[in-house]
């Protein structure tokens, strides 16, 4: 009888777990404004403002195939700048202290390749 209720009590557990983890990402999702991600700063309330505008950049800005200039127009300047890539950085990535960056490449003619986010 004890080992039957712990499995109740366990995949209740493991159940609200996984329905909470979902809600809260999905609360989370922030719709992209360009000025309010170029104008970010980390602060205790907006920590993790960009982190949570990424789903919504994805869905409504094709990234891979605008030049280094439509980046910075939609995105600002980046965090950090190398020749063939720009970094972004998305502040707290809501998984601990894990912190969160966009890191996109470009090409030899200044257009975007690819991007990835990246958890760290």
Same mark, same amino acid.
């Given at each position: 009888?004890?080992?039957?209720?712990?499995?109740? !009590? &366990?995949?209740?557990?493991?159940?609200?777990?996984?329905? &909470? @983890? !979902?809600?809260?990402?999905? =609360?989370?999702?922030?719709?992209?404004?360009?000025?309010?991600?170029?104008?970010?700063?980390? @602060?205790?309330?907006?920590?993790?403002?960009?982190?949570?505008?990424?789903?919504?950049?994805?869905?409504?800005?094709?990234?891979?195939?605008?030049?280094?200039?439509?980046?910075?127009?939609?995105?600002?300047?980046?965090?950090?700048?190398?020749?063939?890539?720009? @970094? !972004?950085? =998305?502040?707290?990535?809501?998984? &601990?202290?894990?912190?969160? !960056? =966009?890191?996109?490449?470009?090409?030899?003619?200044?257009?975007?390749?690819?991007?990835?986010?990246?958890?760290?």
């Amino acid at each position: 009888m004890k080992i039957s209720k712990n499995i109740k !009590y &366990g995949v209740s557990f493991l159940v609200i777990l996984v329905v &909470g @983890t !979902y809600i809260s990402n999905r =609360l989370s999702e922030q719709t992209f404004e360009s000025d309010r991600w170029k104008n970010w700063t980390e @602060t205790e309330s907006e920590m993790s403002l960009r982190w949570d505008m990424m789903n919504s950049l994805r869905k409504n800005h094709e990234l891979k195939g605008m030049t280094k200039t439509e980046i910075a127009e939609l995105l600002g300047m980046p965090d950090s700048e190398r020749k063939s890539s720009f @970094t !972004y950085n =998305l502040g707290f990535s809501r998984r &601990g202290i894990n912190m969160g !960056y =966009l890191d996109i490449n470009f090409n030899e003619s200044g257009i975007v390749t690819d991007y990835k986010v990246m958890d760290t």
